[in-house]
């Protein structure tokens, strides 16, 4: 057998071919482990990915919802605004040309549309972010004047005359009315001027004021020489009633308030999203929120006292009636009972396009509260409540023992002749004194139209009467 020399140069090659075996070995190896790692790898990166993504959507709807929100503010603030202005400008008309007027039936128009014009001066008033001291003084005013030009078609209307002394007293509001424009048109001027924006202007610093209110100037009593006989009058204390009797001392937290709208007022409701807002601390200091239901944006707001709905504000939709009367008027006294406001039932009905305004008090051994009024809107399209306020309530709701000590027949005679009784109610009615009075409503229907006269259930008297009257389509009790 032949035997073969090994030689140190094949055991030199020898050794190169299996290091050059374990290097290709090792990058086989390395490079199998990197093609296992690289579905890991894709995993991870396509997860951050998906939570990156997340993060800017919620980010993103976040952001838009807010930007929404704000939009829906910023267009409530102009829209409030501007209509104050127009009826301030309105108003101002009227009252100038009132004293021009010579006939029982054009002074009378003149007030009603005066009155109109105040209605909506104090809608605006109640939306708009002024300071507190501006605030009270514009709308006691505002409603002094509505009051007064109730209390003088009244007097007019009964066939009786307004002495000089009365008369004049629209001048005086003329000039307060002067200086209230004067003021607005400095804060208009400033907003042509540049980009205002209501919701950044809205902002409070610590002092309670913002620049809104900086922009309407000082309109206290002690800057405008409002008129003595309507600011300190008769009408005042009826009017600007700040001891709020309705509302206990018991204060609820801002998560309360929130989750009274959220379980309580908007009930079985999934499609509801409600943001805080700000606080209000007028004579009932409340938690605003906006709320957002079925894609529709509404304004509401909690006493802080109680915890109780004070407002909601909303829009209709446009379109045809869909409910009927009785229905609208049935869906607002189950909204009104289900957050709160107990033994509430129909006392009044307008309807206006698909809108029913409805007010409701609470009739309590059939006895009607009417110092505790609360109004309902009512969108008969969408068919739902887009519209709540319940200031006299929390002002006014107490309970109460009322007498009826005068026989109904006996309060009957007071009527007079030639009359048709509509309807026969007991009721409490507040005067313009302030007083709460215990007495038959009787709605009566004359020759020249509707009447209603309040008989005093104790003294038997006449403490009040209201004819039913259509101004410019809508109707009035005067």
């Known amino acids: 057998m032949d035997s073969k020399k090994i030689t ?132 006691k005013f505002f409603n002094q004047v509505n009051g007064l030009c109730e209390a003088y078609s009244n007097t007019l209307y009964k ?12 001048d005086k509001i003329g000039l307060v009315l002067s200086k209230i424009k004067e003021n607005l048109n400095k804060q208009n001027a400033g907003m042509y001027d540049s980009n205002f924006n209501f919701v950044d202007a809205s902002v409070f610093d610590d002092s309670g004021m913002n620049e809104l209110s900086l922009g309407l100037g000082d309109l206290s009593a002690e800057n405008i020489d409002y008129p003595a006989m309507i600011f300190d009058g008769p009408f005042s204390s009826a009017l600007e009633t700040t001891e709020i009797r309705g509302l206990s001392e018991n204060e609820v937290s801002k998560d309360d308030a929130y989750q009274y709208l959220r379980n309580t007022v908007y009930k079985n409701r999934n499609d509801v999203k409600i943001t805080f807002d700000k606080e209000t601390n007028g004579d009932i200091a409340t ?23 004070i407002t909601i504000s909303g ?32 006392v009044w009905l307008e309807i206006h396009d698909n809108i029913a305004y409805i007010n409701l008090a609470p009739v309590i051994n059939d006895v009607i509260m009417y110092p505790d009024l609360v109004k309902v809107k009512v969108d008969l399209t969408a068919q739902e409540v887009i519209g709540f306020e319940a200031v006299n309530y929390a002002l006014n709701h107490v309970e109460r023992s009322p007498e009826f000590i005068v026989d109904e027949k006996k309060a009957e005679e007071l009527l007079g002749f030639d009359y048709n009784i509509l309807k026969v109610s007991k009721a409490v009615i507040r005067l313009d004194s302030g007083k709460e009075v215990d007495c038959y409503e009787f709605m009566v229907e004359r020759i020249d139209g509707t009447y209603f006269y309040y008989i005093d259930a104790n003294t038997n008297q006449i403490v009040k009467t209201m004819k039913l009257v259509t101004v410019k389509g809508v109707q009035k009790l005067i």
């Open 8 to 139: 140190s140069v094949d055991f030199d090659e020898e050794r190169n071919q299996n290091k050059s075996k374990k290097v290709q070995d090792e990058n086989t190896k390395k490079k199998s482990n990197a093609q296992k790692m690289i579905p890991g790898l894709i995993v991870i990166i396509v997860s951050l990915l998906i939570i990156l993504t997340c993060v800017l959507i919620a980010y993103y709807q976040v952001y838009n919802s807010s930007k929404q929100n704000a939009n829906v503010l910023e267009g409530v603030y102009t829209s409030s605004y501007y209509s104050m202005v127009d009826n301030v400008n309105n108003l101002a008309v009227d009252v100038s040309k009132y004293s021009t007027l010579t006939t029982k039936q054009a002074k009378l128009n003149t007030l009603q549309d005066m009155m109109l014009d105040c209605n909506y001066i104090l809608a605006g008033l109640s939306v708009l972010p002024i300071d507190e001291v501006n605030a009270t003084s514009a709308t």
């Open 159 to 170: 066939g009786e005359s307004l002495t000089q002394e009365e008369e004049l007293v629209f």
């Open 287 to 309: 938690y605003d929120f906006n709320v957002s239901v079925d894609k529709k944006q509404f304004f509401a707001q909690v006493s802080k006292r109680d915890g109780l709905l």
């Open 315 to 346: 829009y209709a939709e446009t379109g045809d009636a869909i409910m009927k009367n009785e229905q609208a008027t049935e869906l607002a006294k189950t909204f009104a009972n289900n957050i709160g406001f107990e033994s509430m039932d129909s």
